[in-house]
């Protein structure tokens, strides 16, 4: 069995040794290119611009009256909703802190200052948008160049139409 391949290594090798080999380079016509195309956008920016007339505003600080009314609300509402948290002896205490912190925050909101405001004038402000022009456009991007050789179909793919397509042959012997 090792002599029979050791035979066929040496006549696998002898054949490799013998084996010659040419080039020939040619060329075959072109029998149609055909366009490739490819459909693009073309968008184009422009501006739209007017003239608008904005007032003026203006504002003054009004300070309310320190009525007592909102400490007691917010008191009321802050023990509502601790009253509904808790069980038993907790229940009590936040109640209690509820309304606590309610009466805090309801005194805070009404001792606030309030802003008041009113238009004084006009001024014409220019205003202006970005709006786009779209043109569609169909373009060559490539073409697809056909021949043959031999019976058989090439086809190479080129940035213009080819009139020769060249090929390389190579022969083994």
Known sequence: MKK???LFL???FSLAI???SFVINDKVEVIRSKPIYRNIT???PYQECWNEQVPIESSYNQRESNS???ALLGGVA???IGHQIGGGHGKTV???GGAIIGTLVGHNLSERSRQQRYVSGYKTVRRCVTKYNESYDRVVTRYKNIAYYHGRKIVKFSDRPLRFIY???IIEY
């Open 4 to 6: 029979l391949i050791a």
């Open 10 to 12: 040496v006549f696998g």
């Open 18 to 20: 013998f084996a010659d």
């Open 42 to 44: 073309k968008r184009v």
């Open 68 to 70: 007592p009314i909102g």
């Open 78 to 80: 802050g023990g509502i």
């Open 94 to 96: 936040a109640t209690v």
């Open 167 to 169: 090929i390389r042959k």
